[in-house]
């Protein structure tokens, strides 16, 4: 079952007209991902770039996965990477703990069915799934938790604690090694997960990668490997100096051009927020620097450049000379990441959720300062598991989904409607409706008699209408009690469904599910997946 976006709240204008009127954005743009016509021309343009970054790319990847035994598929794509008519599905995300929320697994099984899917459609090419490690952020709160549902059909979040100020910066959240308190985690874990044949299982794969010493990076890199290696799915760390150095030209380009760069993108997002809106904020320079394991912000000061918070100034050419010398330290912000992979990878698709097709249309004019072609932006996969016992509990209750991806007391409303012999709503308009009519009658009369009686009338009126308007509330209280067990079993499924009136993809991790069914089910869903109906997809156990 498919349900199109604009059937669930919180999708912004630009995102649902990227789907369903790609019309009215295509000035944002330079492909629309519907077309499949134009995949050859984009294909063809970037197999016709000679980059020697690329083909170098490719041999470090393959040095970043000496670590790992990988599956024959995973092997046989990381050979063919640096080869010319090899094109990359690229997707990425934050590292989040236990890899974060659902829709991380979604992306990825979005770009490696894309990849089967345009093999077969361009048989003269290959393509290769690509995830696109997000390490150099360095918002720890943003990853550092995670949910799951309780016994209890309770949405609970568990965190992990380092004991610093949340406020402090302490660099890249990839290069965070977890300390003891991560033995916390799992006990609170070990509390929240019912008891089943697979949790011992699923406990020992998280413990094997997550834990005291292991940073982020590492962990979700190593976690997601054992989960997705059979796909063939290449995980790329574009935090490697050997790849910092492979930057410099781009890094250089930012900061010797970052007026001109910043004055086109300023010109788009004002473009956009006359329709829409723009989803970053624009900054002067789009590079990072790290400082005494700060990762701080490149700013210009007149004629000359700081870290943001800092008062120590460098001019150009020390900039310039930190780069060649320490690339490392260097990183791009959200808006120059696109023009980073797409100068490593030889990319013709990149897998983005609704948030990332927004921003993407203020990144498009980069492209043309550095003469790289624009990938086509394909709509992850969107998911709703629901599970048997879940979905029995909805046709009892007559709801649909759409009712269920509703606030919480418009679908109590909608339920307790269902289930009552009488609509409240209905009966009170209906009787304050025949009281109005009288009431103008009396109005018109007394005035007749007494003019300075019309404000005593209307007084009056509204002393009804507030009575009446009491009364409702206390039948419709007394209808929530009458069907209080009704309405708490809808709120534990929707606690599933729709968490916090948030798609359930964005809530819940992946350890809920596989907790209760098996690392089998993350095959299901492959099986299950569907990447070309760009609507939301109910996937019922």
Known sequence: ???????????????????????????????NFRDIENYRDVIEKVNSVNSAPRSQTAEIIKKQYHKYKPSKQTQYNLDLLGKKNTIAIVTGQQLGIFCGPLYTFYKIITAVKLCKHLKQNFDSYQFVPVFWLEGDDHDLDEIRSFNLITNNNDLFNISYEDGLPPEENRGPVGNIKFGENLDKVFEILNETLRDTEYKPGIMKLLKEHYKTGVNFKEAFANLLFDIFDEQGLIIFDPGDVEIKKLLIPVFKKEIEDFHDHTSIVVERSAELEETFHAQVKVKPINIFVLDENERLLLEPVETEFRFKGKRKKFSKEEILEMLQISPERFSPNVLLRPICQDYLLPTAVYVAGPGEISYFAQVVPFYNFYNLSEPIIYPRSSVTIVEKNIKDIIDKYGLTYKEIFKESDNLENIVINKLSEVNLELIFEKYLDQITPPINDLREKIVKIDPTLEDSVDKTMQRIEQTVNQLKARAENAEKRRFEAAIRQIEKTKSIIYPNNILQERELNFVYFVNKYGLEIIKWIINEVTINKFEHQILEL
């Open 1 to 31: 079952m498919h349900i199109p976006f604009s059937d669930i709240p919180g999708h912004d204008d630009l995102f649902l007209d990227y789907l369903y009127n790609f019309e009215k954005v295509e000035r944002f743009y330079k492909n």
